[in-house]
T-cell receptor, first 113, second 113 residues
Framework: AQSVTQLGSHVSVSEGALVLLRCNYSSSVPPYLFWYVQYPNQGLQLLLKYTSAATLVKGINGFEAEFKKSETSFHLTKPSAHMSDAAEYFCAVNDNAGNMLTFGGGTRLMVKP | GAGVSQTPSNKVTEKGKYVELRCDPISGHTALYWYRQSLGQGPEFLIYFQGTGAADDSGLPNDRFFAVRPEGSVSTLKIQRTERGDSAVYLC???????????FGEGSRLTVL
C-alpha cells in the first residue's frame, strides 16, 4: 500500500523568501513521486516528477525536489517565492507507473508582499 | 482543444437524482482516471481505465457509482440516487500508458442539495 503525508496544510512566506513544502511517503516498492500544483479555478498541473533517475529533480517555475530514500521524503523547494506561486500543492506517489496516483492532502501556499 | 475536457463544469442536483459527468481525454492517451476532491482535501482515486476496460475500480465508494469508457476514449461517470455527501469536484485525468504522468481536466463541481 502507498500513502503520502504533507505536513502543514497552510504555509505562508514573504515574497523573495525560501519556499519549503514537506512530503513524506510510504511505499512497498521503489516509488515514482510527483508534485502537482493547482491554481484557483484550474486543473492540477505537473510541477515535477521523480522516476528513479537523479535524486534532485528540477521542475517548472524554479521549483525542485529531492528524493531522500533514508527519510522517505520528497520535499519541494524554491529559493525565492513569487506572488504568482500562491496556489495549492499536492505531493503524489505511484508504486507502479501507469496505475493510479495516491495524493497527499495538499498544502496551500500563501505569499505575502 | 489539446487538454482533458470535462462537462459540465458545474452541476447542481437534488438528493436522489441521477447524474452523469463526462470526460474527453487527450487524444491518444490510453489510460483514463477519475478522482474525487472534497473541499480542503487531496484528490481521492475512484477508477482507472486502460483502453475500454476498468483496470482498477477499487476507489468507487459504493454501487451507486459506475463509470464506462465504451470506445476507449470518452468516459462517463454515473452516480445514481445522489446523496449530499457526494458533493465534490470530480476530476478526470489521462495519460500515455505507463508514464505515470497524469494530465488533469478542470473538474466537474457537483452539488447535491
Amino acid at each position: 500500500a502507498q500513502s503520502v503525508t504533507q505536513l502543514g496544510s497552510h504555509v505562508s512566506v514573504s515574497e523573495g523568501a525560501l519556499v519549503l513544502l514537506r512530503c513524506n511517503y510510504s511505499s512497498s516498492v521503489p516509488p515514482y513521486l510527483f508534485w502537482y500544483v493547482q491554481y484557483p479555478n484550474q486543473g492540477l498541473q505537473l510541477l515535477l516528477k521523480y522516476t528513479s533517475a537523479a535524486t534532485l529533480v528540477k521542475g517548472i517555475n524554479g521549483f525542485e525536489a529531492e528524493f531522500k530514500k533514508s527519510e522517505t521524503s520528497f520535499h519541494l523547494t524554491k529559493p525565492s517565492a513569487h506572488m504568482s506561486d500562491a496556489a495549492e500543492y499536492f505531493c503524489a506517489v505511484n508504486d507502479n507507473a501507469g496505475n493510479m496516483l495516491t495524493f497527499g492532502g495538499g498544502t496551500r501556499l500563501m505569499v505575502k508582499p | 482543444g489539446a487538454g482533458v475536457s470535462q462537462t459540465p463544469s458545474n452541476k447542481v442536483t437534488e438528493k436522489g437524482k441521477y447524474v452523469e459527468l463526462r470526460c474527453d481525454p487527450i487524444s491518444g492517451h490510453t489510460a483514463l482516471y477519475w478522482y474525487r476532491q472534497s473541499l480542503g482535501q487531496g484528490p481521492e482515486f475512484l477508477i482507472y481505465f486502460q483502453g475500454t476496460g476498468a483496470a482498477d475500480d477499487s476507489g468507487l465508494p459504493n454501487d451507486r457509482f459506475f463509470a464506462v469508457r465504451p470506445e476507449g476514449s470518452v468516459s462517463t461517470l454515473k452516480i445514481q440516487r445522489t446523496e449530499r455527501g457526494d458533493s465534490a469536484v470530480y476530476l478526470c485525468a489521462s495519460s500515455l500508458r505507463n508514464t505515470g504522468e497524469l494530465f488533469f481536466g478542470e473538474g466537474s463541481r457537483l452539488t447535491v442539495l
